[in-house]
């Protein structure tokens, strides 16, 4: 069949209405197990000597449509849905990893995939390294021999420090090692690392995908053969699976991500441009910024710079938190990609968790606020910005 534009598919991909006697809008399969006809396809159906669903941890048919299409999206061969993020990451890690192996990560990723990397550590002796990966030399002084997977995220939370996905893909190819990527923060409309060689791709759906604030869930997508394995071992007897509704609710939300996308996108280069000149900002972080480090790097792996920003305002962890205080419209709160415009403070929320030596690292200042700008009109959001920095004076 001829592939579709992303636009298209988001809405059309492996769902056929004749099937469903008609049904536009996928129907919601809310069953936890499936009747066989009769013993013998029952006994069929668990030798895999038969197509068809028997348990819904082990397989559903709305799940299985979703996984269907964010594999086409993320041009894959195939995906699977989890109940988190998380579970999306720790499943694949637990799937590829054995006791003795080694991760080498990019540096500042998701404060829980930290956590999960130390755990990992404690309990079954993963080791991992973090690397700047800036250059192929610097990644590849990173390469140990029990070396078994490279995990990156690009753009980077909070700092939006980006990784050139062709040069790790390209390193990767040589070792045989293979690359994960966390796309959460672009979503399949900004970036495909598998189309740029990489292996698996994850998601916190929760964010961009979903895009409504109301589901928490996880999505891979990689290679059949690998993700067979997943559901085969993680999926299916760690069982951290979605449920049906939250799966439907997936289905709907990405029907408008490209629509969604462009406004986040569209809103939030206006805003960046906004802070960049404001007097009372010092610094802002967005790979749209023709002075942001990696600007170049986003200018070809990105479609557009997506819809984070984040900034430093003149002051003191006291100040920036003042002046979230005087948001209206702007609400506090972490998560990102809804259509609301959340802002929140990563030194005492989402990296308070990362000690204080490694967050000046990392260039966590206390002064540095996350904003996920919304689909609000962006006069309003600037507004919003505009009357708190007056009340700081
Ligand atoms: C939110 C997030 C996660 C975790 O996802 P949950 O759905 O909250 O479990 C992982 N990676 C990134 C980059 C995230 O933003």
């Given at each position: 069949m001829k592939k579709e534009r992303f636009e298209t598919s988001v809405i059309?991909?492996?769902?056929?209405s004749s099937h469903f006697q008609g049904s536009l809008v996928p129907p919601l399969y809310q069953t936890s197990t499936f009747t066989f006809d009769n013993a013998e396809q029952g006994e069929k159906r668990f030798a895999g000597e038969e197509p068809g669903f028997i348990y819904s941890r082990l397989g559903n048919p709305t799940v299985k449509l979703l996984e269907t299409r964010i594999a086409e999206l993320e041009n894959g061969e195939a995906g699977l849905a989890f109940g988190s993020g998380m579970a999306a990451v720790s499943g694949v890690l637990f799937a590829l990893l054995k006791a003795g192996d080694h991760i080498l990560c990019s540096q500042g990723v998701y404060g829980c995939t930290f956590g999960l990397l130390s755990l990992l550590n404690e309990k079954f002796l993963i080791t991992h390294d973090f690397s700047r990966m800036g250059t192929k030399e610097e990644l590849v002084a990173?390469?140990?021999?029990?070396?078994?997977c490279i995990y990156v995220e690009?753009?980077?939370?909070?700092?939006m420090k980006l990784v050139d996905l062709q040069m790790v893909a390209e390193v990767g190819r040589q070792k045989g090692i293979p690359i994960i990527v966390d796309n959460t923060f672009c979503?399949?409309?900004?970036?495909t690392p598998i189309s740029l060689g990489c292996d698996v791709v994850i998601h916190s759906a929760t964010k961009y995908i979903c895009g409504h604030g109301d589901v928490i869930a996880g999505l891979a997508v990689g290679t059949r053969a690998f993700m067979d394995m997943v559901s085969k071992t993680t999926l299916k007897d760690i069982g951290g699976i979605i449920a049906p509704f939250d799966a439907w609710l997936l289905l709907r939300g990405l029907k408008t991500l490209p629509v969604r996308m462009d406004r986040h996108c569209e809103n939030a280069e206006k805003l960046a441009s906004f802070l960049k000149k404001?007097?009372?900002?010092?610094r802002i972080f967005f790979p749209?910024?023709?002075?942001?480090?990696?600007y170049k790097i986003a200018a070809t792996q990105m479609r557009k710079p997506g819809g984070l920003i984040s900034f430093t305002i003149k002051g003191t962890k006291h100040d920036a938190q003042q002046f979230m205080n005087q948001l209206n419209l702007i609400k506090i709160a972490?998560?990102?990609?809804?259509?609301e415009t959340l802002i929140q403070h990563p030194a005492t929320?989402?990296?308070?968790?990362?000690?204080q030596e490694t967050r000046k690292q990392m260039e966590i200042e206390d002064n540095l606020l996350r904003l996920s700008v919304g689909l609000e009109a962006w006069q309003d959001i600037e507004d919003d910005l505009a009357q708190a920095f007056a009340k700081m004076n």
């Open positions: 059309h991909a492996g769902y056929d990173g390469i140990k021999a029990e070396t078994a690009t753009p980077i939370n909070p700092t979503s399949p409309y900004l970036q404001h007097p009372q900002v010092d749209g910024d023709q002075e942001h480090s990696d972490v998560s990102l990609g809804d259509a929320m989402t990296h308070a968790v990362v000690p």
